[in-house]
T-cell receptor, first 108, second 113 residues
């Protein structure tokens, strides 16, 4: 079993829809990261959180430490949101453990 | 602007040749990392460096080597001993180890033919 599981693996949405991507983990963590990878390959850090909720524009990230679960929400989705979204957790050794990513495609 | 620069973006090499991927950062970060990404898999840690002149093996270090002679630079050499070198390679840095927010480069896609 992977230490970091994301769902769904692939997601297609219509422009304007509310989107949720889930991340569950099985290891103790210091922090959880949400990352965005565009088709060119570069990765951008969206959020780093260890409790509660963070919001940046149309993006919202939540984490439930007791349930070892985090969600990334996108409100009023847009085609430019199309990307791979990656969940990563800070492991006990100081490294990052990555999920396999969720490929999001938003159709106009 | 501060950031991480990886070069080149695309790299082709013949089997059996060593190749070095460049990673430079001007963020004044102590910690730097090299990850490998394969289709359908999460990023995997190859090597990391907490400070200049020091580095440690990650989960998949076999067939790779690194150096950290300067704070700004953390080059990765893919040697002929790496059995399956074709992959996407990402460099990252963070202020210190253990990592806080990590900043990533744009990646280098290596194809060995």
């Amino acid at each position: 079993k992977n230490e970091v599981e994301q769902s769904p693996q692939n997601l297609t949405a219509q422009e304007g829809e509310f989107i949720t991507i889930n991340c569950s983990y099985s290891v103790g963590i210091s922090a959880l990261h949400w990352l965005q990878q565009h088709p060119g390959g570069g990765i951008v850090s969206l959020f780093m959180l260890s409790s509660g909720k963070k919001k940046h524009g149309r993006l919202i990230a939540t984490i439930n430490i007791q349930e070892k679960h985090s969600s990334l929400h996108i409100t009023a989705s847009h085609p430019r949101d199309s990307a791979v979204y990656i969940c990563a957790v800070g492991g006990s050794q100081g490294n990052l453990i990555f999920g396999k990513g969720t490929k999001l495609s938003v159709k106009p | 602007d501060g950031g991480i620069t990886q070069s080149p973006k695309y790299l082709f090499r013949k089997e059996g040749q060593n190749v070095t991927l460049s990673c430079e950062q001007n963020l004044n970060h102590d910690a730097m990392y090299w990850y490998r990404q394969d289709p359908g898999q999460g990023l995997r840690l190859i090597y990391y460096s907490q400070i200049v002149n020091d580095f440690q093996k990650g989960d998949i270090a076999e067939g790779y080597s690194v150096s950290r002679e300067k704070k700004e630079s953390f080059p990765l050499t893919v040697t002929s001993a790496q059995k399956n070198p074709t992959a996407f390679y990402l460099c990252a840095s963070s202020i210190y180890w253990p990592n806080t927010e990590a900043f990533f480069g744009q990646g280098t896609r290596l194809t060995v033919v």
